[in-house]
């Protein structure tokens, strides 16, 4: 046990029995559910009780859709029809009162899913710096829609509609960044939202309930709790949802996609699961391929879908990089998340331990060996990386996504043998590449970018910067999301044509000076 900075600590269990429904904070009068930290307070280790949440049911759940319908009305609802502008100042609303939950957030953050001190600060004003780049981004995207373009005798004015209601479900190793890189998008567009937290990393969002009551109108987003199985199974049943947006695992989304009625009215917008490989090229720079790894494969102990799940290094210089790389990792500091410098932190999910140990002992049934001395230690909230070298086919390591603490490596004499894997493998979204000779690199990096959708050179994977486009191949991604793609993704095209005539002409020019209408406007904003 560490003694615990006073302004880390919990003064009382968090029992949240409010949720947002229909514009409304309403009290939850039934089941709830514990919320646990894997982080103990006491001197014999014991998960300490965070407090509770809205156990929600399938009632609960079809009276959340019937809001978010009600609010959208096909189309004809205030928030669709609304200005851009308008929309765009309810947002403003929401960031500036999001702001102030800072502290709040921060230490949610760390207590609930195990996340350092300076990652959750970042965490949080990554969040808050990608509402505001959406805004203006936004603004850019209505802008180019401002004018009337005129072809073949047509006259036409080209924007951005809603799709509909959405359905949002947030991971909960980024609940707050990877969430609202969902939710704001589908918002500022004009759909209504339903949003269901992830199992872990729920909390940390009732600071924020105020903000979105306060910020949105009525039925425009509905916020439930509770399992995916009660609430958005029967969501999904309806019909009723115009577009699933997921960040988690492939196996859920198409089970939720099979439960909607008229799959081709479903949009799907889908992060998942990767299995990102890092490759080691004969001529890398060796000190700086290590330190890139571990970032890339341990950061948040390794529970990031842009994580290095496996990592290829060529057998000239395997000896040297597995000592070097075996190494780092037994330096690397274990604590707790607001402890100085600490790397390695509990781990959230109470079974991860013990599936990262099945993986450990499957691989060494099969011929690996854990090469650093720390690799596989047991605490109760946390299992200490292992190293596992060499790793081959017939090992779970290197078929399943880890998303924890276990490192696999193996040894490739032809490129090939990489790219061969990748090719065969069900994910595709990015892979780190390390090399200097650019007669080797540049055909590679020719071949990697129709396996992969990001080839990092001489860098760990990782998402952002925001603006860039996250997606992936395969069971990796459905869509693309950055502040530019995202705004797309959860809208569509549509415009309003007329003949090229006088009779047409002078109706339009009435229609933009009389700003009756919200998507014939010209309007510029600031």
Same mark, same amino acid.
């Given at each position: 046990?560490?003694?615990?900075?006073?302004?880390?600590?919990?003064?009382?269990?968090?029992?949240?029995?409010?949720?947002?429904?229909?514009?409304?904070?309403?009290?939850?009068?039934?089941?709830?559910?514990?919320?646990?930290?894997?982080?103990?307070?006491?001197?014999?280790?014991?998960?300490?009780?965070?407090?509770?949440?809205?156990?929600?049911?399938?009632?609960?759940?079809?009276?959340?859709?019937?809001?978010?319908?009600?609010?959208?009305?096909?189309?004809?609802?205030?928030?669709?029809?609304?200005?851009?502008?308008?929309?765009?100042?309810?947002?403003? =609303?929401?960031?500036?009162?999001?702001?102030?939950?800072?502290?709040?957030?921060?230490?949610?953050?760390?207590?609930?899913?195990?996340?350092?001190?300076?990652?959750?600060?970042?965490?949080?004003?990554?969040?808050?710096?990608?509402?505001?780049?959406?805004?203006?981004?936004?603004?850019? %995207?209505?802008?180019?829609?401002?004018?009337?373009?005129?072809?073949?005798?047509?006259?036409?004015?080209?924007?951005?509609?809603?799709?509909?209601?959405?359905?949002?479900?947030?991971?909960?190793?980024?609940?707050?960044?990877?969430?609202?890189?969902?939710?704001?998008?589908?918002?500022?567009?004009?759909?209504?939202?339903?949003?269901?937290?992830?199992?872990?990393?729920?909390?940390?969002?009732?600071?924020?309930?105020?903000?979105?009551?306060?910020?949105?109108?009525?039925?425009?987003?509905?916020?439930?709790?509770?399992?995916?199985?009660?609430?958005?199974?029967?969501?999904?049943?309806?019909?009723?949802?115009?577009?699933?947006?997921?960040?988690?695992?492939?196996?859920?989304?198409?089970?939720? =996609?099979?439960?909607?009625?008229?799959?081709?009215?479903?949009?799907?917008?889908?992060?998942?699961?990767?299995?990102?490989?890092?490759?080691? %090229?004969?001529?890398?720079?060796?000190?700086?391929?290590?330190?890139?790894?571990?970032?890339?494969?341990?950061?948040?102990?390794?529970?990031?879908?842009?994580?290095?799940?496996?990592?290829?290094?060529?057998?000239?210089?395997?000896?040297?990089?597995?000592?070097?790389?075996?190494?780092?990792?037994?330096?690397?500091?274990?604590?707790?998340?607001?402890?100085?410098?600490?790397?390695?932190?509990? %781990?959230?999910?109470?079974?991860?331990?013990?599936?990262? =140990?099945?993986?450990?002992?499957?691989?060494?049934?099969?011929?690996?060996?854990?090469?650093?001395?720390?690799?596989?230690?047991?605490?109760?909230?946390?299992?200490?990386?292992?190293?596992?070298?060499?790793?081959?086919?017939?090992?779970?390591?290197?078929?399943?996504?880890?998303?924890?603490?276990?490192?696999?490596?193996?040894?490739?004499?032809?490129?090939?043998?990489?790219?061969?894997?990748?090719?065969?493998?069900?994910?595709?979204?990015?892979?780190?590449?390390?090399?200097?000779?650019?007669?080797?690199?540049?055909?590679?990096?020719?071949?990697?970018?129709?396996?992969?959708?990001?080839?990092?050179?001489?860098?760990?994977?990782?998402?952002?910067?925001?603006?860039?486009?996250?997606?992936?191949?395969?069971?990796?991604?459905?869509?693309?999301?950055?502040?530019?793609?995202?705004?797309?993704?959860?809208?569509?095209?549509?415009?309003?044509?007329?003949?090229?005539?006088?009779?047409?002409?002078?109706?339009?020019?009435?229609?933009?000076?009389?700003?009756?209408?919200?998507?014939?406007?010209?309007?510029?904003?600031?």
């Amino acid at each position: 046990m560490t003694t615990i900075p006073e302004k880390i600590q919990l003064q009382q269990p968090w029992h949240q029995k409010d949720y947002l429904l229909d514009g409304e904070l309403k009290i939850w009068e039934g089941e709830t559910a514990e919320v646990y930290s894997s982080i103990s307070t006491t001197t014999n280790y014991q998960p300490t009780l965070l407090g509770s949440v809205p156990n929600m049911n399938e009632a609960a759940a079809l009276a959340a859709l019937e809001s978010s319908h009600k609010a959208y009305n096909n189309g004809q609802g205030d928030w669709p029809t609304m200005k851009v502008q308008d929309r765009i100042k309810c947002m403003e =609303q929401f960031v500036k009162q999001m702001e102030q939950t800072r502290s709040e957030v921060v230490k949610l953050l760390m207590w609930e899913i195990g996340k350092t001190l300076p990652d959750s600060e970042k965490e949080f004003d990554r969040t808050v710096e990608y509402i505001y780049d959406t805004i203006k981004d936004y603004k850019a %995207l209505n802008q180019e829609g401002n004018r009337f373009q005129k072809v073949q005798g047509i006259n036409a004015m080209i924007k951005r509609s809603p799709l509909g209601v959405v359905l949002c479900l947030g991971p909960y190793n980024y609940p707050l960044n990877e969430t609202f890189s969902l939710l704001i998008p589908a918002l500022i567009m004009g759909n209504t939202v339903l949003f269901k937290p992830a199992k872990f990393g729920v909390l940390l969002l009732a600071p924020l309930l105020q903000a979105f009551q306060s910020s949105f109108p009525k039925g425009v987003i509905n916020i439930l709790y509770g399992r995916g199985r009660e609430v958005a199974a029967p969501i999904m049943k309806s019909g009723l949802v115009t577009v699933l947006s997921l960040i988690g695992n492939s196996k859920s989304a198409i089970a939720l =996609q099979d439960l909607h009625p008229n799959k081709n009215k479903l949009r799907l917008i889908l992060g998942l699961e990767a299995k990102n490989p890092a490759i080691i %090229l004969p001529d890398a720079n060796l000190d700086l391929a290590v330190s890139e790894c571990i970032t890339g494969s341990l950061s948040f102990n390794g529970q990031r879908c842009t994580a290095l799940k496996v990592i290829y290094v060529h057998e000239s210089i395997a000896e040297e990089f597995n000592k070097r790389f075996a190494a780092k990792v037994d330096a690397l500091k274990f604590g707790n998340p607001w402890e100085e410098n600490v790397f390695l932190t509990p %781990l959230p999910e109470p079974d991860k331990p013990d599936y990262i =140990q099945e993986l450990i002992d499957d691989a060494k049934a099969n011929g690996a060996n854990i090469i650093n001395e720390r690799g596989g230690e047991r605490m109760e909230n946390y299992i200490f990386p292992a190293v596992l070298f060499p790793v081959n086919k017939a090992m779970r390591v290197y078929h399943e996504e880890q998303f924890g603490p276990v490192v696999p490596i193996l040894t490739f004499k032809d490129i090939q043998e990489p790219l061969d894997d990748m090719a065969a493998s069900d994910y595709g979204q990015q892979v780190s590449l390390f090399g200097k000779d650019i007669t080797t690199v540049a055909p590679l990096i020719d071949v990697l970018v129709n396996l992969v959708c990001r080839v990092n050179l001489n860098s760990s994977c990782q998402r952002g910067p925001d603006v860039f486009p996250f997606t992936g191949r395969k069971d990796s991604a459905v869509g693309t999301l950055s502040i530019h793609d995202a705004l797309r993704s959860f809208s569509i095209r549509t415009f309003v044509a007329s003949k090229d005539n006088d009779y047409n002409n002078a109706i339009l020019q009435e229609l933009l000076d009389s700003k009756k209408s919200n998507f014939i406007n010209t309007d510029y904003i600031l």
